[in-house]
């Protein structure tokens, strides 16, 4: 056992773990970053899948703080493939010397406040036990697999492979084999894409269709990476001045206050541009909160569907039956995939999956439809799944456990996506409450607010704790439940609302089945500006809800 101490510990080595240690290191904190990954990347690092890539600009999924890193950029096409993200990780980092304070290959297996060293406890997988009087988690959101429970699964009879996504082997070629997948959301989506043409046969095993549009992906030409160089300043300007910093306007129009030929072109226009979240967010400003409104989109939708998919039970099988209120996908010839002989839907709403067997997945109706690989696209526990995988979990004042404390709160949560009662000098990014934006966009105000408070800290006295009270952390919720209460996320099962199904079911009329948990928001809904102008409004106002002692 080596016992390290530190001023901060930074657990994750993804894009909130790397902008954190570099924050840190910058106002000169000794501190150091762990992962229990081989390499850097946090999700990047895990998503392997054929067809991985990222679905937010290129110019975009970047931190846009550091101007000349901006211009530097290089990249070819409108979306990053998930290596370039990895390899621009790794430029973030050597570029600011950060490697040198990265540990990978070693998990964190607990955390324990010590309240009379003031300390954090957090020993790891390696023997290193970290000393540190901050504890900063950045777990990432889809830290934890979500395997179906499909009988058979876990007994290992199956004679081929079986692979998650997030837990793919890049030596196994799917080439002229008979490839399943489970799970039809954006990552089933890509690797549906991806797989189609080279499977001798592909069968799509689909329970909840989703609404995906084109990703629109296409080259950037160096005048068009020259244009938005020198677009820099209103680039930034425009991160902090939307809702979700995507790269493109947000309109404050209604989809109900055009003409139906006017919402028809504009999500023409949408469609032709591509992006899932610019067919959300970038032609109306009600889409995901007004159910009138959004059924124009999904009328607009399913008439696509039927039009690209030329067999009509394929066709019907991939019409979603709910809003469009889910993590909006995009794809790059998703529905046109179904055109091939070769790539079937089993649509596992008529008929689910009874199990697993030695030559593949048997239906309800009794087919056996045989496979040599079949790919879990299941998703995650989000959000909070990581956190449960801790092996010891993290413990805060009076040994509390984060997640027995978020079960008492109704589920994941955090003050300002960041702060937890009970759990002093203990700051999350990227986790519960995050601003739903641009990935990196919302780590660089929340580290951008975590500075602040340390600053307060400093100017306080340099107090030894910084902890949040449950009332602030209860309003908190309670505003974040509210606004998304309005949403119709809430009518659907989704891991964004928070109102996962277990089953998955969603009724006929688009409401989420009974059975599911009370609705507790995973995100800030009102997005960056809101998120910032809070920050400033807590600023103003001599940190309400913040105690240093
Ligand atoms: P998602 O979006 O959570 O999608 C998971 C998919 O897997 C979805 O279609 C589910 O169907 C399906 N699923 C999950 N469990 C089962 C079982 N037991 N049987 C059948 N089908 C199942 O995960 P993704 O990986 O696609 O995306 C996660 C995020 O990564 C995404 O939002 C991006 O931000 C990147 P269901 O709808 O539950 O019927």
């Known amino acids: 056992m080596t016992e390290t101490h530190l001023d901060a510990l930074v657990v994750g080595a993804g894009f909130g773990g790397i902008h954190m240690l570099r924050s840190f290191l910058n106002i000169g904190l000794r501190c150091r970053a762990v992962d229990k990954y081989t390499d850097l990347g946090g999700t990047w690092h895990a998503n392997r899948y054929p067809g991985v890539m990222s679905d937010s600009y290129s110019h975009m999924y970047r931190f846009t703080a550091d101007r000349d890193d901006f211009l530097d950029a290089s990249f070819t096409k409108n979306y990053l493939t998930r290596d370039e993200i990895v390899a621009y990780l790794n430029h973030v980092v050597d570029k600011n010397s950060l490697r040198e304070h990265m540990q990978l290959s070693t998990e964190v297996l607990s955390a324990e406040w010590d309240d009379a060293a003031k300390r954090w406890r957090v020993p790891c997988s390696t023997g290193d036990v970290f000393v540190v009087k901050y504890l900063v988690t950045s777990l990432g959101l889809f830290g934890k697999n979500k395997l179906p429970d499909i009988p058979g699964l876990a007994d290992g009879k199956f004679k081929g492979r079986v692979m998650h996504s997030a837990a793919w082997d890049r030596n196994y070629d799917i080439d002229g084999k008979r490839v399943g997948i489970i799970g039809s959301g954006s990552t089933g989506i890509q690797l549906t894409v991806a797989s189609a043409s080279k499977a001798k046969e592909l069968h799509c095993f689909i329970r909840n269709p989703q609404y995906s549009v084109p990703a629109g992906i296409r080259d950037i030409t160096p005048n068009e990476h020259r244009k938005i160089n020198n677009s820099y300043d209103d680039i930034r300007r425009q991160i902090y001045e939307s809702k979700t910093s995507s790269g493109f306007a947000e309109p404050s129009r209604s989809a109900l206050s055009v003409s139906r030929e006017e919402r028809e072109q504009i999500f023409e226009d949408l469609w032709r541009l591509g992006g899932g979240f610019r067919f959300l967010w970038g032609g109306f400003s009600d889409i995901g909160l007004n159910l009138e409104a959004n059924e124009e989109a999904c009328i607009f939708l399913r008439k696509k569907i039927l039009q690209i998919v030329r067999d009509p039970v394929k066709a019907k099988a991939l019409l979603p039956r709910e809003p469009y209120a889910r993590r909006p996908p995009c794809d790059d010839g998703y529905y046109e995939c179904f055109n091939r002989d070769n790539v079937h839907i089993v649509d596992i709403h008529a008929a689910p999956i009874t199990q697993l067997e030695e030559r593949g997945i048997r239906t309800a109706d009794g087919v056996l439809h045989e496979l040599d690989i079949l790919a879990l696209a299941t998703g995650f526990e989000a959000v909070d799944g990581p956190y449960k995988a801790l092996q010891n979990g993290i413990k805060g004042r009076g040994g509390k456990q984060l997640t027995e404390h978020w079960d008492s709160?109704?589920?994941?949560?955090?003050?300002?996506?960041?702060?937890?009662?009970?759990?002093?000098?203990?700051?999350?990014?990227?986790?519960?409450?995050?601003?739903?934006?641009?990935?990196?966009?919302?780590?660089?105000?929340?580290?951008?607010?975590?500075?602040?408070?340390?600053?307060?800290?400093?100017?306080?006295?340099?107090?030894?704790?910084?902890?949040?009270?449950?009332?602030?952390?209860?309003?908190?919720?309670?505003?974040?439940?509210?606004?998304?209460?309005?949403?119709?996320?809430?009518?659907?099962?989704?891991?964004?609302?928070?109102?996962?199904?277990?089953?998955?079911?969603t009724q006929s009329n688009g409401t989420a089945e009974s059975n599911s948990k009370p609705p507790h928001n995973h995100f800030f809904l009102p997005g960056i500006k809101a998120y910032v102008a809070l920050t400033e409004d807590i600023k103003a106002n001599n940190y309400p809800g913040f105690v240093f002692s």
Request: glycine share 10%.
């Open 409 to 505: 709160v109704g589920g994941a949560s955090a003050y300002m996506g960041v702060f937890v009662s009970h759990f002093p000098n203990f700051f999350i990014v990227n986790g519960p409450q995050v601003p739903v934006a641009n990935v990196p966009t919302a780590i660089e105000v929340q580290a951008n607010f975590i500075l602040d408070v340390l600053r307060e800290q400093v100017a306080k006295g340099n107090s030894d704790t910084i902890e949040i009270t449950p009332e602030i952390e209860a309003k908190w919720i309670a505003s974040n439940n509210n606004i998304g209460a309005g949403m119709v996320a809430n009518k659907v099962s989704s891991w964004t609302s928070g109102k996962i199904v277990t089953n998955g079911t």
